[in-house]
C-alpha cells in the first residue's frame, strides 16, 4: 500500500505540502517511483559476518531502487527499442563512519550463465559504458535455440568525489559536475573466481583477481606465447567481436585465434572517489537484453 512506502528508510517520495520531512499522501505526496514496477529495499555491510570474503565491514548503508518498463521505449535511428527487456538499478551508498572513506568503488558482478552456461563469451563497449555477454556460437542449446541471448552490465551514473584528478577529461579537476562512469570491466576468469577482499579490490581495479595486471591478449593473463610489447588493459576485449577485430574473444591474438566459449562472469566498476561521514552518492546501472 502507497501507505506502507518506507520515507523513513530513505525511500524516495515526491513532496506534496513543501516539507520534505514529512510522508503525508493527503497532502499530496506519493512515491518517487520509476517506470511501471519498482522495489526498494535498505542494507548494509555491518549486520553480519563477511562470508565471501572475509573483509572488515565499510560502514555502509545501501539504499536501492530497482525498477522496469512494461511497455517498449521511442524508435530511435537504430530501430526499436524494447524496455520492457531490460531492468535498472539505482544504488544510493551513504558513508555511516565517523571516518572518511578514501577510495570508494563501486561494482556490478555477474556470474552470466547465459542460458546454456558453458558457451559464453564477453566484452567490453567502454563507450557505451558497458560490459557485455554473448553465445560463442550461433544457437544456445538451454531454451534460446537459434536465436541466442546477449547481455549487459552499464554504467548509466556514475558519480564525482574528489580525488584530485580530470576523471572526465575536460581539463578541469573535481568540478562541480565532473562524473566518472565505466572506469574497469576486467576480464573475471573463472580459474580465479575471487574469494577475499583483496581478489574483489584486484579486479575493481581493473587487474585480475590475482592482482596481476590484465594483458590484451589471448585470455588476459601473461604467458609464454604472449608477444613482446603487449599492452596492459582495464576493459577485457573491448574490440568489436562482430568484425572479429583484436582485441575480442573472437580474436584473441590479432590473428584471428578465438578463445574457447566457456562459463563466463562479468564485473564493472565505477571509482575510485572519496566519500565523506554522513555523505552519499547514487550510482545507476542497466541490465539491457536482447537475441
Known sequence: ?????????????????????????????????????????????????????GAAPLGVEVRVLAYGFDAPGAPEASGEVDLSRDSFYRYEIV????????SLRVSLWADVDLGGFQDDYIGTDSLRHMAYAFNGDNADERGYGPNPPAVGL????????????????????????????????????????????DDFLNLQRGRLATGAPMEAYGDGVAGDDSPAGTSTARFAFPADPTADAFWSERNADDEGRANIPDDRRMMVTVGPGRLEPGASVTVEFGIPFAQ
Not at 558513508?95 to 578514501?102: A, G, V, Y
Not at 556514475?158 to 578541469?172: I, V
Not at 562524473?179 to 576468469?189: E, V, Y
Open 1 to 53: 500500500a502507497l501507505a506502507d512506502w518506507p520515507m523513513e528508510l530513505g525511500a524516495p517520495v515526491l513532496d506534496g505540502d513543501g516539507d520534505p520531512t514529512t510522508y503525508d499522501l493527503a497532502a499530496g505526496a506519493e512515491p518517487a517511483l520509476v517506470g511501471d514496477v519498482a522495489v526498494f529495499w535498505v542494507m548494509n555491510d555491518a549486520g553480519n559476518e563477511h562470508l565471501s570474503t
Open 95 to 102: 558513508n555511516r563512519r565517523s571516518e572518511p572513506i578514501d
Open 154 to 197: 552499464q554504467v548509466l551514473r556514475g558519480f564525482g568525489l574528489p580525488n584530485g584528478r580530470d576523471d572526465d577529461d575536460d581539463g578541469e579537476v573535481d568540478e562541480a559536475d565532473e562524473q566518472m562512469r565505466l572506469t574497469s570491466a576486467p576480464f573475471p576468469l573463472k580459474a580465479f573466481d575471487p574469494s577475499a577482499g
